[in-house]
């Protein structure tokens, strides 16, 4: 798989896997590596390649991710509209965001425990719980071209199911209620790894996983 950044000679690998996501407008293929580091953060790559609303995509991401909470977030698209990439580096009560299509920096003010969700689906999600958490959701316009939202969502637990694939077994199943008032079913373990995330206009799935 590609990479913005390859791994340094100092991180150590723990596990690499592979989600589908297959729509009626998008049909992906996502890879993704996780390493550790020295200092105890993990450092998440991931390549993303299909169609997307028509249009062939190459999505690169790169996370590092410390306690479950992401620091720093590099997301590159290339699409027949061009390069696009951004950059969030995060603070307790906000982040930094460079755009290569926006000039300078730009502040956004976020609340403590903001959930980050993003076009990839194999980065982690742990809820806080049922009900509301912020949220910046990192998404992709009609157009092609990376936006966000910073919003709400709203969990709901509904228990325990049994999957089948790489990861056999009882799985966390939690409905999401998103910015934009659309609700997901998802499927997680306890780490917070998407099993199956269930959209009304798509799902992905984890169809390989090792460790």
Not at 122 to 143: A, C, D, M, N, Y
Not at 168 to 196: F, I, K, N, Y
Request: with cysteine.
């Amino acid at each position: 798989m590609t990479a913005i950044h390859p791994p340094r000679p100092d991180e150590v690998p723990e596990r690499r896997g592979h989600h589908r996501v297959r729509g009626a407008k998008l049909d992906l293929e996502e890879s993704w590596e996780v390493f550790r580091q020295p200092d105890g953060s993990l450092v998440w790559r991931v390549d993303q390649k299909g169609i997307e609303r028509g249009r062939e995509v190459r999505r690169l991401g790169h996370a590092i991710v410390r306690d479950g909470h992401v620091e720093r977030l590099q997301v590159h698209q290339r699409t027949p509209a061009g390069l696009h990439r951004q950059t969030y580096t995060f603070y307790d009560d906000g982040a930094l965001l460079t755009d290569n299509r926006v000039p300078g920096r730009h502040v956004l003010s976020l609340e403590p425990d903001t959930l980050v969700v993003t076009p990839f689906v194999s980065l982690p999600l742990r809820p806080r719980g049922e009900g509301s958490q912020p949220v910046l959701w990192v998404h992709v316009t009609k157009q092609g071209l990376l936006t966000h939202a910073i919003a709400k969502v709203i969990w709901e637990d509904a228990g325990q199911e049994s999957t089948t694939g790489p990861i056999p077994g009882p799985c966390e199943r939690w409905h999401l209620s998103d910015p934009w008032g659309v609700r997901h079913t998802l499927w997680l373990t306890a780490q917070g790894l998407v099993v199956r995330w269930e959209h009304p206009d798509w799902q992905a799935t984890l169809t390989g996983l090792h460790e």
